[in-house]
């Protein structure tokens, strides 16, 4: 279990995972070797696993996203994960119940590069069948 002002720590690198020590350490009211121990021993724990860009909505909004739905062969699902992993475009990949297996999102810079991106994964070992959607408008996100 973390403490509270680790939570404090937590919320405040979600918001900006680029602020420095000094920074977080005047807004946490804390010294800076605390905030780095305590970022230390986050990191250790494994609550932290690593930091991550943000995208801006300009650049979000320019992207072709979709969802891929994948059957895949029952003995080749966990090699098939991998592969998927390795496609820079897939960023989630989520397992379903229903007539498919899988479920990734594909954000893509174009149409083409998104058609592309398709033929990939439906060329991979494993990969039965998919049928994708492509997302026209995002109504809200939370």
Do not use: C
Not at 19 to 41: C, E, F, G, H, P
Not at 43 to 56: F, H, L, R, T
């Amino acid at each position: 279990m973390i403490s509270k002002e680790d939570e404090k720590l937590l919320a405040v690198l979600k918001h900006n995972a680029r602020a420095s020590i000094s920074d977080l350490a005047r807004m946490l009211d804390l010294s800076r070797s605390t905030v780095q121990t305590r970022i230390a021993k986050l990191e250790q724990s494994g609550v932290i696993k690593g930091y991550s860009v943000d995208y801006g909505e300009d650049y979000l909004a320019s992207l072709v996203s979709a969802h891929v739905s994948i059957k895949v062969r029952q003995k080749l699902t966990a090699k098939t994960n991998v592969e998927l992993k390795q496609i820079a475009q897939v960023s989630a990949l989520y397992a379903i119940s229903g007539e498919y297996d899988l479920i990734a999102i594909v954000q893509a810079q174009s149409t083409e590069q998104l058609s592309h991106i398709l033929d990939d994964i439906g060329n991979l070992d494993g990969v039965e069948r998919t049928n994708s959607s492509v997302i026209l408008e995002t109504k809200f996100k939370r």
